[in-house]
């Protein structure tokens, strides 16, 4: 599947961004999906994940209670939706997908698919 992500931004510390990350190829629906960041000199990070269908998420202890991801398999998207966001935030989010309706996962060797990058700077 190709993977498009979309929605980053400049945005003050304490201040929200939806980041869009659409599908195309195979079958959307048949994917786990998740996002992760990577900040200057640092290594990618998981954020969040969510399986198949959308019944079952997980994130990151770092962005739990502010960041929530969901999906519309109608529309073959995923969507990160941040709020209150930290200047710790500032990264590319990368989406990425895997062939999988088993379950969710949380590390990035797990994935087949990624996307280009989005960038989100978050001011102080």
């Known amino acids: 599947v190709q993977l498009q992500a979309s929605g980053g931004g400049l945005v003050q510390a304490g201040g929200s961004l939806r980041l869009s990350c659409e599908a195309s190829?195979?079958?959307?629906?048949?994917?786990?999906m998740g996002w992760f960041r990577q900040a200057p000199g640092k290594e990618r990070e998981f954020v969040a994940a969510?399986?198949?269908?959308?019944?079952?998420?997980y994130y990151a202890d770092s962005v739990k209670g502010r960041f929530t991801i969901t999906r519309d398999n109608a529309k073959n998207t995923v969507y990160l939706q941040m709020n209150s966001l930290k200047p710790e935030g500032t990264a590319v989010y990368y989406c990425?997908?895997?062939?999988?309706?088993?379950?969710?996962?949380?590390?990035?060797?797990?994935?087949?698919?990624w996307g280009q990058g989005t960038q989100v700077t978050v001011s102080s």
């Open positions: 990425a997908g895997k062939v999988s309706r088993r379950g969710y996962y949380t590390y990035a060797g797990a994935y087949d698919d």
């Open positions: 190829g195979r079958t959307f629906s048949s994917n786990a």
């Open positions: 969510i399986n198949w269908s959308g019944s079952s998420t």
